[in-house]
């Protein structure tokens, strides 16, 4: 599985971005997709995931309600809306595959990095 991640920017406090990840490599609606994040000097962060059945579920109440997981199978990409967005936001936002359920995220992008300033 290939991942490309992208939509990452700088953006003030209190903004939106849309991040997208396209995957190629195997049948898109097969996988379980995840978003990640890891700001400077802390470990990597699941944000959430949205299962191949469209289950969703969002592990941090730091971005419940601002955060919105998605997916669109005819484009094989997921998405991650992100609004009202904080300094603390800063990290580097990853997208992940699982390719069989339980197994883990074993499939990685590349990363995109997203500032929000002050």
Do not use: H
Not at 101 to 117: D, F, H, P
């Amino acid at each position: 599985v290939q991942l490309q991640a992208s939509g990452g920017g700088l953006v003030q406090a209190g903004g939106s971005l849309r991040l997208s990840c396209a995957a190629s490599g195997r049948t898109f609606s097969r996988l379980d997709m995840g978003w990640f994040r890891q700001a400077p000097g802390k470990e990597r962060q699941f944000i959430g995931g949205i299962t191949r059945s469209g289950d969703i579920t969002y592990s941090s109440d730091s971005v419940k309600g601002r955060f919105t997981i998605s997916r669109d199978n005819a484009k094989n990409t997921v998405y991650l809306q992100m609004n009202s967005l904080k300094p603390e936001d800063t990290a580097v936002y990853y997208c992940a595959a699982q390719v069989v359920a339980g197994q883990g995220y074993r499939y990685w992008g590349q990363g995109t990095q997203v500032t929000v300033s002050s």
